[in-house]
């Protein structure tokens, strides 16, 4: 990379890092305990709205798994997730009704807590329906991943988003809150996977599964972009670019092996497609705040119009992080 670009990527990052310092005037406190926060603590961020029947489930899988503290946006949620999240001992809470797309998609308002208190922290960033799967995720914490990434001096950690969807239509097993989404939606795609090389950013830029064999068949190229990195050391100069699927300082992205070793990864564990799915698609439709003019909803909203059925004959049923490796989907890399 040329020096003009290396300057352009910096101004870039300062001008991030400007709106989001600006952005932080939408945020209203609801309960902050981010003083109970211990410098080794790992912190999870998300943005939620209307997620309360998903988030009793969501905070027990990141607890089990040793995420210390929880920090949300929550974004005029009317469910009672706000008051159910402020309620939690181990969560920090900040409200708004600003606009989501104005926000970009809520990563100027994340960008901003990040840098107020994720610094010096490994930081866990997912939405309410993305469960984080690593190496030995079974039998080790993460603080044994993160203490590992400390010890090679590795910032970031990326993991594909892999879509997890049910046998047969959504609405024939009813979701109940508190439980485990891959009770249902326990089936993945294998394989249709199309991956590429983002020159500007650096990183690795993924498409395919369920949705884009289904829902953008005629489009593949506008399908969901699955390549993601959620877990970083943080440091109060870092930004998301766009949702978690890139950084800058651009070095944090290039989390792969361009000399045909593996370095190690893991998934995220999508669960969209449940029951709720329908209603949330219906609310979203409305509100018109995602990307494009709201494009993926649209496209679930047709797709849901014929009661789909996402499994196909060559469907995975998941079993566990050792079975994702062996599909090629995650690497446990040199970490023995």
């Not at 809470?93 to 994340?110: E, Q």
Request: positive net charge; contains cysteine.
């Amino acid at each position: 990379m040329g020096a003009w670009e290396t300057y352009r990527l910096r101004l870039e990052r300062k001008r991030r890092l400007w709106r989001a310092f600006r952005r932080r005037r939408e945020l209203t406190s609801v309960s902050n305990r981010s003083k109970k926060i211990q410098s080794s603590d790992i912190l999870l961020f998300s943005t939620q709205r209307n997620e309360r029947i998903r988030l009793p489930y969501f905070l027990r899988y990141y607890r089990d798994l040793g995420v210390n503290h929880f920090l949300f946006v929550d974004n005029g949620s009317d469910d009672g997730s706000r008051e159910y999240l402020a309620e939690q001992k181990d969560c920090s809470v900040w409200t708004t009704v600003a606009s989501y797309r104005r926000s970009r998609f809520g990563v100027d308002w994340l960008n901003w807590l990040q840098m107020r208190y994720g610094h010096g922290h490994w930081t866990l960033v997912v939405d309410p329906d993305e469960f984080f799967v690593y190496p030995f995720c079974d039998t080790r914490p993460l603080s044994a991943l993160t203490d590992w990434l400390d010890t090679m001096s590795i910032r970031s950690f990326p993991a594909m988003l892999l879509d997890m969807y049910p046998k047969g239509p959504l609405d024939a097993q009813p979701y109940r809150e508190g439980q485990n989404p891959m009770e249902i939606a326990c089936w993945f795609d294998s394989g249709n996977y199309m991956i590429s090389h983002n020159p500007t950013y650096g990183n690795l830029w993924i498409q395919g599964g369920p949705r884009a064999r289904t829902m953008f068949a005629g489009d593949a190229l506008h399908a969901p972009t699955l390549n993601k990195i959620p877990l970083v050391k943080w440091h109060r100069s870092y930004c998301y670019v766009s949702s978690t699927h890139m950084l800058l300082p651009r070095g944090l992205n290039q989390t792969y092996d361009e000399w045909g070793g593996e370095k190690a990864s893991g998934c995220l564990l999508h669960a969209k497609f449940l029951s709720t799915l329908p209603a949330k698609v219906e609310e979203e439709l409305v509100r018109g705040e995602h990307y494009a003019g709201s494009r993926e909803y649209r496209a679930y909203a047709d797709g849901l119009n014929d009661s789909p059925d996402l499994w196909c004959k060559w469907s995975e049923k998941y079993i566990n992080w050792r079975q994702l490796e062996i599909l090629g989907l995650m690497s446990k890399g040199n970490w023995a």
